[in-house]
């Protein structure tokens, strides 16, 4: 038998990631897209000393207390919403994730969304592909400025000020954002952005982009009372998590035209997308897609595997999540 640390790949992944740790390691890889449910995922990690999955499989107590062995969880995703963290780090178990290396792709679909939604280019397409396009008239998909109007950005990390920079130079807005904290003086004047508290956010954002990490904190941060707080001509942007945005108040909010449009990349219950946001025609919707370069997806698949690799042959994580005060390396 092997003395190589034994690692399970949860999902499919590129076949040169998963050539490179079964380098380093013993390998069982998910062959499949279909996620493996906690009883699945459970009895797969039993006998691993590590895995590498991805932001939707729920890493909680119940499940580490079934996996003796288990060391490290290597997320393919910057959120890790998905682990409870105080569980992994009171079962020694590191927990990692993949930033930076998908800011600026990240970012540059959020503003992609951003115009998409602005500008009605999915409800638009449907209209031409059913046949309906007729004549030219005035009003026909008229949507709202971009160039010129005021960007409001509710979580200012790293994929924020990517947002920021692009509307702040590429579209001359005018930027505002509202983060857990302010960002330092000489990054707010790269971004050209400038602080303000939800509710001033709320009011004064022709465009409001979500990219605030997912906690107990940030959900529902836009429910029902803040889409009334908007203005009636505002789009409303997620790129962030499902679960920030209460979809059935938005749905109806949508619906009774409370505010003009909405781009979703993410959703409360996905891929279950609420039947209310199906079914309004002023809302653009992607599959969580807005890391999905091939280069970034690559990178991000690498950057787990580095961060197992890391931890098994040098004892730590490349981008550890938490400080688990002893692991159980014997
Ligand atoms: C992932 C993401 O594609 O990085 C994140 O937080 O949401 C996406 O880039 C997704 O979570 C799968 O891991």
């Known amino acids: 038998p092997s003395s190589k640390p034994r690692i399970l790949i949860a999902r499919r992944i590129f076949p040169e990631v998963v050539q490179r740790l079964s380098q380093h390691f013993e390998v069982q890889a998910n062959d499949d897209d279909v996620q493996w449910n906690a009883q699945q995922l459970a009895a797969q990690l039993q006998d691993k000393d590590g895995v590498l999955t991805t932001g939707g499989q729920r890493i909680d107590a119940p499940l580490l207390a079934a996996c003796p062995r288990l060391k490290i969880v290597a997320n393919m995703a910057v959120g890790y919403n998905n682990f409870d963290v105080p569980a992994m780090t009171a079962a020694g178990v590191q927990g990692t994730n993949t930033p930076d290396v998908l800011t600026e792709t990240t970012a540059d679909f959020g503003f992609a969304l951003l115009m998409a939604?602005?500008?009605?280019?999915?409800?638009?397409?449907?209209?031409?592909?059913?046949?309906?396009?007729?004549?030219?008239?005035?009003?026909?998909?008229?949507?709202?400025?971009?160039?010129?109007?005021?960007?409001?950005?509710?979580?200012?990390?790293?994929?924020?000020?990517?947002?920021?920079?692009?509307?702040?130079?590429?579209?001359?807005m005018r930027v505002i954002y509202h983060n857990r904290s302010r960002l330092a003086a000489e990054l707010e004047a790269e971004c050209r952005a400038s602080y303000v508290d939800k509710d001033q956010l709320l009011a004064e954002a022709d465009h409001l982009v979500l990219v605030l990490p997912y906690t107990p904190e940030s959900h529902h941060a836009i429910g029902a009372a803040e889409l009334a707080r908007m203005k009636p001509t505002a789009t409303l942007i997620n790129i962030a998590r499902g679960g920030i945005v209460d979809d059935a108040a938005l749905a109806q909010a949508l619906a009774e035209r409370?505010?003009?449009?909405?781009?979703?990349?993410?959703?409360?219950?996905?891929?279950?997308?609420?039947?209310?946001?199906?079914?309004?025609?002023?809302?653009?919707?992607?599959?969580?897609?807005?890391?999905?370069?091939?280069?970034?997806?690559?990178?991000?698949?690498?950057?787990?595997?580095?961060?197992?690799?890391?931890?098994?042959?040098?004892?730590?994580?490349?981008?550890?999540?938490?400080?688990?005060?002893?692991?159980?390396?014997?």
Not at 142 to 149: D, F, L, P, T
Not at 278 to 297: D, E, F, G, K
Request: glycine residues 10%; hydrophobic residues 45%; charged residues 15%.
């Open 117 to 172: 939604t602005a500008r009605r280019m999915t409800e638009s397409e449907h209209y031409l592909r059913a046949g309906l396009w007729k004549n030219w008239s005035y009003d026909m998909f008229a949507g709202s400025e971009v160039h010129g109007s005021t960007l409001g950005i509710l979580g200012m990390g790293r994929i924020g000020q990517g947002i920021a920079r692009r509307g702040a130079h590429g579209f001359g």
């Open 258 to 330: 409370r505010i003009a449009a909405a781009g979703l990349d993410v959703f409360e219950s996905e891929p279950a997308v609420h039947p209310g946001l199906l079914q309004v025609p002023n809302v653009v919707l992607t599959p969580h897609i807005a890391s999905a370069t091939v280069p970034t997806r690559l990178a991000m698949a690498n950057l787990a595997a580095d961060n197992l690799i890391a931890f098994f042959t040098q004892g730590w994580a490349l981008t550890p999540v938490n400080t688990p005060a002893s692991t159980k390396f014997e």
